[in-house]
């Protein structure tokens, strides 16, 4: 091999690694696609993405780089699923809404973002808490909206919740502990310790603690299913 074939490998896996490590940067990575498109323009598209959603049994249009939200429902018998690219906690409620005009039910949340044992963080510097049985999103305006009622109004009483950032169910009274109190009949997960992002998902990597009703129940690596 040349050295020039050599320097262009290299030069890739640096940029893939470097990809890799800093896929929780939103205000770095903001990928609404895989492809480079003006602020304007990508409005227009997403817009446009929401108009074929609305007629398709099954949304494929989620393969974001940098994916942070997906939400999966039931309606009519049939399996949709909703997901963002760097979202806020205003999408999640947007979304929510809409799910719950259309009267379906949601059976599954994966959220990915930075966090903590108190709290999950979602892009624009939004994020969510839960507490004292109630589900507490801060808003890009900074202003708190509690979301418990609609979580389970839209929600089935079984309802998976995935946080999937580093430590969010770690220690007593973590958020996914407090979230699981405030949303009886769910479970919900949250790290146990690092997490690592997997691309094009909401996922991640890392051991994970799973609550219902406040107790914890199970604890394993996850796997992709």
Known sequence: MSSRSIS????????????????????????????????????????????????????????????KLTIRYELNGKKHK?????????????????????GGKVYNI???????????????????IASNKCVIVQLKSEKDLDITNLLKIVCKKDVAIELNGCKTGRGEGSIAEEMSLALPGSTVAGGA????????????????????????VSKWWYVID
């Not at 930075?114 to 939004?126: I, N």
């Not at 691309?199 to 991640?204: P, V």
Request: charged residues 25%.
């Open 8 to 67: 262009s490998v290299t030069i890739i896996v640096v940029t893939l690694c470097f990809v890799s490590t800093n896929i929780f940067a939103d205000d770095l990575l903001d990928f609404g696609g895989l492809e480079t498109v003006s602020a304007g323009a990508a409005d227009e598209k997403s817009k446009e993405e929401e108009l074929v959603w609305e007629d398709v049994e099954v949304d494929t249009s989620g393969w974001y780089l940098n994916n």
């Open 82 to 102: 909703i997901c963002h690219g760097s979202s806020t906690t205003d999408k999640l409620v947007d979304a929510l809404q809409k799910v719950r005009q259309k």
């Open 110 to 128: 994966e959220i990915k973002g930075h966090g903590a044992p108190e709290l999950q963080q979602m892009g624009g510097g939004t994020f969510i």
């Open 193 to 216: 310790l690092y997490q690592a992002s997997i691309l094009f998902t909401s996922k991640s990597f890392g051991t994970k603690n799973y609550f219902r009703n406040g107790k914890r």
